[in-house]
């Protein structure tokens, strides 16, 4: 197979990068070249921002069996790259979000809940959940619907990770110290391993697959106190966990997701959107999650090689608590 990565080399991307090597696959990326692209890829340079910016991949000779595309800002850059490969892919596969449905949707939502309105495939920059939605529009637009996937991932964590949230908590455990863990124990998570999520869309690749997937781990698949136990495992056991119930910490100021990455309480809105998604279409199409064991033991073992400091993409909120208020919070103060 021939693959095309519009990006491939930062988190997600690289991730897809090195699966599609891993089976043999022959790949391009192209990028700006800020980052280095994964060593065993032909690189094609330009900026999807720029005037004239696709200029590399428009004189490239070739043809690919899948473009798979991790563009997050601008729709109409997804929409000019689509265009101009229409001609030259078989399948569009655009990483999306399950941010593009109108929010909040309730508990079991599957892909036919309503998406945000308002997107459009020739947009601007706008806001994220309208960015994503328009990128689907875009593909769409070029692809057609059956020959185009849409990845409604929802929370990717793993090697690489440049949002600072599976990092975080690693490096908070690392720390030691008594942690604020946030409850119930048994709070169920949904996310997806960037390896399994890349497994995934190589799949439904070759498989020929067309449509919006929820991309995550079915609930329950982890727990909180599994991970953040799996956490103080694998760096080592200095930290103690102190589990606090969430309307302590509500009533503290804390946020949900971003000062306590991963988590928000149960039976919240943010809880039905961001851990209770219906996820049997992509289960049906193959998706294969692997224990949070692995998924932290990995990525823990990436960041110790970068000596604890994870790459940070700059148009994300930064993520974690502060010490001083996790030690009010605790009483350690
Ligand atoms: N993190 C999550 O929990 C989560 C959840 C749901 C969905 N998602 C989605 O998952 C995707 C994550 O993808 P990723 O960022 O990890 O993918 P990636 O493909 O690994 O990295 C982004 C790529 O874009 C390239 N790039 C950036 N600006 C560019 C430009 N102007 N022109 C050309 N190339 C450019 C970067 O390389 P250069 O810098 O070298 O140009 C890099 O290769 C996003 O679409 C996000 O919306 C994430």
Request: proline letters at 8%; charged letters at 25%; glycine letters at 10%.
């Amino acid at each position: 197979m021939r693959l095309l990565l519009l990006g491939g080399t930062e988190f997600a991307g690289r991730a897809v990068a090195e699966a599609a090597l891993g089976r043999g696959w022959e790949v391009t990326v192209f990028h700006r070249g800020r980052h280095p692209s994964p060593p065993g890829v032909r690189t094609l340079l330009g900026d999807r921002t720029a005037l004239d910016g696709l200029a590399a991949l428009d004189e490239a000779p070739g043809e690919w069996d899948v473009v798979v595309d991790t563009w997050s800002a601008a729709p109409r850059a997804v929409r000019d790259a689509a265009r101009l490969l229409r001609g030259r892919a078989g399948r569009y596969v655009y990483v999306s979000s399950c941010s593009v449905y109108d929010w909040a949707p309730p508990a079991g939502y599957a892909e036919d809940a309503p998406v945000v309105r308002g997107a459009r495939a020739d947009a601007d920059v706008t806001d994220y959940a309208r960015d994503k939605r328009g990128g689907e529009l875009a593909a769409v637009d070029a692809f057609g619907a059956d020959r185009s996937v849409l990845v409604r991932a929802g929370l990717i964590i793993g090697p690489y990770e440049n949002v600072g949230r599976l990092p975080w908590w690693l490096n908070r455990m690392a720390r030691g110290g008594p942690v604020l863990a946030p409850g119930p124990r048994e709070l169920p998570l949904q996310y997806v391993d960037v390896r399994d999520l890349a497994e995934w869309v190589l799949g439904a690749a070759g498989r020929e697959l067309s449509g919006p997937y929820n991309l995550m781990s079915p609930q329950g698949h982890t727990t909180m106190v599994e991970l953040l136990e799996a956490c103080v495992r694998v760096t080592g056991g200095a930290a103690e966990l102190r589990w606090t119930a969430p309307e302590v910490i509500l009533e503290a100021g804390i946020e949900p997701w971003t000062q306590l990455p991963v988590w928000v309480p149960p039976g919240t809105d943010l809880h039905d959107a961001l851990h209770s998604a219906d996820v049997s279409r992509a289960v049906a199409a193959g998706l294969r999650c692997r224990p949070v064991a692995e998924t932290v033991a990995d990525t823990w073992r990436w960041l110790t090689d970068l000596g604890g400091s994870a790459p940070r993409r700059p148009d994300r909120t930064v993520k974690g608590l502060d010490p001083q208020v996790e030690a009010q919070v605790l009483g350690t103060v």
